[in-house]
């Protein structure tokens, strides 16, 4: 079974950066996983805003937070971060962590953006809360 577990939320003022950390554990050597950042705005849906296939790297982002956040792995300690700059109020938000996984080799595209890519996803950690205020 799959787990995820995000940490590195918090508060942080206007253009500023935080670095989320998402530590997965149960992820099969024969299977293949693309993984995902998505967030939740209060009382909206939650949606996909990166992504990143474990296996060769490969990665895609949404317009909002493309040039703003990186997205990448560390297969030696099974974590995939969100490295996130330039923080604005409207990035306010619950960050989740989330891992679809494939018995094939998977491509990451837009697929794994937006608000539909949440029926997509298998399993899910609970959140960090990120909030951009001064």
């Known amino acids: 079974q799959v787990q995820l577990v995000e940490s590195g939320g918090g508060l942080v003022q206007p253009g500023g950066s935080l670095r989320l950390s998402c530590v997965a554990t149960?992820?099969?050597?024969?299977?293949?996983?693309?993984a995902g950042w998505f967030r939740q705005f209060l009382k909206k849906p939650r949606e996909g805003i990166a992504c990143?296939?474990?296996?060769?790297?490969?990665?895609r982002y949404a317009d909002s937070v493309k040039d703003r956040f990186t997205i990448s792995k560390d297969n030696s300690k099974n974590t995939i971060y969100l490295e996130m700059t330039g923080l604005e109020p409207d990035d306010t938000a619950v960050y989740y962590c989330?891992?679809?996984?494939?018995?094939?080799?998977?491509?990451?595209?837009?697929?794994?953006?937006?608000?539909?890519?949440?029926?997509?996803?298998?399993?899910w950690g609970k959140g960090t809360p990120v909030t951009v205020s001064s």
């Open positions: 989330a891992a679809d996984v494939s018995h094939r080799p998977v491509r990451v595209g837009e697929w794994y953006l937006g608000t539909r890519a949440v029926h997509g996803m298998d399993y």
């Open positions: 990143i296939n474990l296996s060769d790297g490969s990665t």
């Open positions: 149960g992820l099969a050597d024969e299977d293949y996983y693309a």
